[in-house]
């Protein structure tokens, strides 16, 4: 079986090494354990690599110092991804790139439950193993055999019962599975992003031919939504900790708009859109609210201001404001301690004057990059901090001046 072009590794000089089954089967071995063991904990910045190879060439052959070193290297990478078995693991940079972070990996299993699931295009494995985890029958096939290999050592690396085929899902899948899992390639050969999801490695489109009880899409968070209207379903949107991860298209859902989901500590809340009066625009008031970026791309601005009693400053932009602080998982506040129309002169000396010389510049719908506005504040006297929100009340430049957030 060829390999078609989306999952033909890297060679290209100086990108990473392209490994094969022979590179699997050495990793694998004794004498690979014990090299990566014994340089586990060392020095892996760019300035150490060449002693580090150069002492590794001692006891291997070049290519399979080669091997080595870069394991160790995606394994370092690895560590928030795969916090617990990251250390025994095998990879390859691009699947590492693309593969999940824990919470949302927990996720998704949790949802699927004890189920038969098939999980296509799975690359090293990552989501097939946390749907083993979870008590599902799990079967992940991939195209690439070199992923199989790497995917049935991490099984093993994890003890986990999780079977691994090579297979081309545009020709046919297995029948018979509760659920069905995929994660195209959003990259193509060079590695860069693919945008359109018929462009996708293999193309969305596949999943109009597949019958499960369930079928959920991993898709990139910055989707165009109008190339899923003729799918239906529900698109959800994941955010992890406050960053956007994934959006996950649920082809089996009933039609729905736009779904937000933020993970965080374990828990996994959720918002979906609610009728209601639009927010009013008004000036901002005691507090700024950021919604969360799930929020956003899940259109649930709106939604969001109903639930916190908050206006909006512009019709365009996507910060909220209100008068008291409802605690809600969906948004930061920031206390505001004044406001004025942009003028560069009035906020230089508005600044001066509290003895301000540190700020952080946040903005949505403002030109000014922030280091260039930095520059231009020529901030020099003070030790007082704040943070500058330049965004737009009613279409006009504005300048919200915020306290400095504290913790703990």
Same mark, same amino acid.
């Given at each position: 079986?060829?390999?078609?072009?989306?999952?033909?590794?890297?060679?290209?000089?100086?990108?990473?090494?392209?490994?094969?089954?022979?590179?699997?089967?050495?990793?694998?071995?004794?004498?690979?354990?014990?090299?990566?063991?014994?340089?586990?904990?060392?020095?892996?910045?760019?300035?150490?690599?060449?002693?580090? !190879?150069?002492?590794?060439?001692? %006891?291997? *052959?070049?290519?399979? =110092?080669? +091997?080595?070193? &870069?394991? $160790?290297? /995606?394994?370092?990478?690895?560590?928030?991804?795969?916090?617990?078995?990251?250390?025994?693991?095998?990879?390859?940079?691009?699947?590492?790139?693309?593969?999940?972070?824990?919470?949302?990996?927990?996720?998704?299993?949790?949802?699927?439950?004890?189920?038969?699931?098939?999980? !296509?295009?799975?690359?090293?494995? %990552?989501? *097939?193993?946390?749907? =083993?985890? +979870?008590?599902? &029958?799990? $079967?992940? /096939?991939?195209?690439?055999?070199?992923?199989?290999?790497?995917?049935?050592?991490?099984?093993?690396?994890?003890?986990?019962?999780?079977?691994?085929?090579?297979?081309?899902?545009?020709?046919?899948?297995?029948?018979?599975?509760?659920?069905?899992?995929?994660?195209?390639?959003?990259?193509?050969?060079?590695?860069?992003?693919?945008?359109?999801?018929?462009?996708?490695?293999?193309?969305?489109? $596949?999943?109009?031919?597949?019958?499960?009880?369930?079928?959920?899409?991993?898709?990139?968070?910055?989707?165009?939504?109008?190339?899923?209207?003729?799918?239906?379903?529900?698109?959800?949107?994941?955010?992890?900790?406050?960053?956007?991860?994934?959006?996950?298209?649920?082809?089996?859902?009933?039609?729905?708009?736009?779904?937000?989901?933020?993970?965080?500590?374990?828990?996994?809340?959720?918002?979906?859109?609610?009728?209601?009066?639009?927010?009013?625009?008004?000036?901002?008031?005691?507090?700024?609210?950021?919604?969360?970026?799930?929020?956003?791309?899940?259109?649930?601005?709106?939604?969001?201001?109903?639930?916190?009693?908050?206006?909006?400053?512009?019709?365009?932009?996507?910060?909220?404001?209100?008068?008291?602080?409802?605690?809600?998982?969906?948004?930061?506040?920031?206390?505001?301690?004044?406001?004025?129309?942009?003028?560069?002169?009035?906020?230089?000396?508005?600044?001066?004057?509290?003895?301000?010389?540190?700020?952080?510049?946040?903005?949505?719908?403002?030109?000014?990059?922030?280091?260039?506005?930095?520059?231009?504040?020529?901030?020099?006297?003070?030790?007082?901090?704040?943070?500058?929100?330049?965004?737009?009340?009613?279409?006009?430049?504005?300048?919200?001046?915020?306290?400095?957030?504290?913790?703990?």
């Amino acid at each position: 079986m060829s390999i078609p072009r989306w999952r033909k590794r890297r060679t290209n000089s100086g990108g990473p090494m392209a490994l094969t089954l022979e590179d699997i089967e050495f990793l694998r071995g004794d004498r690979a354990r014990d090299m990566l063991a014994a340089y586990a904990d060392c020095d892996l910045t760019d300035a150490n690599t060449l002693q580090l !190879l150069t002492r590794l060439r001692a %006891s291997l *052959t070049p290519r399979e =110092a080669s +091997a080595v070193l &870069q394991t $160790l290297q /995606l394994r370092e990478k690895a560590t928030t991804k795969f916090p617990r078995y990251g250390s025994s693991m095998l990879f390859t940079d691009d699947a590492l790139q693309q593969a999940s972070g824990p919470a949302a990996r927990r996720y998704r299993a949790r949802l699927f439950g004890a189920r038969s699931v098939l999980d !296509l295009c799975c690359g090293i494995g %990552s989501d *097939t193993l946390a749907f =083993a985890a +979870a008590g599902s &029958q799990a $079967l992940g /096939l991939e195209i690439d055999p070199v992923r199989i290999a790497i995917a049935r050592h991490n099984a093993e690396a994890m003890n986990l019962d999780a079977r691994f085929e090579v297979a081309d899902v545009r020709a046919s899948i297995p029948a018979g599975y509760d659920c069905i899992f995929f994660d195209p390639s959003r990259r193509d050969e060079r590695g860069r992003r693919i945008r359109d999801v018929e462009r996708q490695l293999p193309p969305l489109s $596949l999943v109009k031919e597949w019958r499960a009880d369930e079928i959920c899409v991993k898709l990139s968070p910055a989707v165009d939504r109008r190339q899923l209207e003729s799918y239906g379903g529900c698109l959800e949107f994941i955010s992890v900790a406050g960053d956007l991860s994934e959006a996950l298209l649920w082809t089996r859902r009933p039609c729905a708009p736009p779904l937000a989901t933020k993970l965080v500590d374990g828990a996994a809340y959720h918002l979906n859109h609610r009728a209601g009066e639009p927010a009013a625009i008004a000036p901002p008031k005691s507090w700024l609210v950021e919604p969360d970026p799930a929020v956003l791309r899940a259109g649930l601005v709106q939604r969001l201001a109903q639930d916190l009693n908050a206006t909006m400053l512009d019709d365009s932009i996507a910060y909220l404001s209100a008068d008291e602080r409802i605690e809600t998982p969906w948004a930061r506040y920031w206390a505001i301690l004044d406001w004025m129309p942009f003028q560069l002169k009035r906020l230089r000396r508005y600044l001066a004057e509290r003895g301000v010389n540190k700020v952080t510049v946040k903005k949505r719908g403002f030109p000014m990059p922030p280091e260039q506005l930095k520059r231009q504040l020529r901030l020099k006297k003070g030790s007082e901090s704040r943070v500058l929100v330049m965004t737009r009340h009613r279409g006009q430049p504005i300048a919200i001046i915020c306290r400095e957030p504290s913790f703990g």
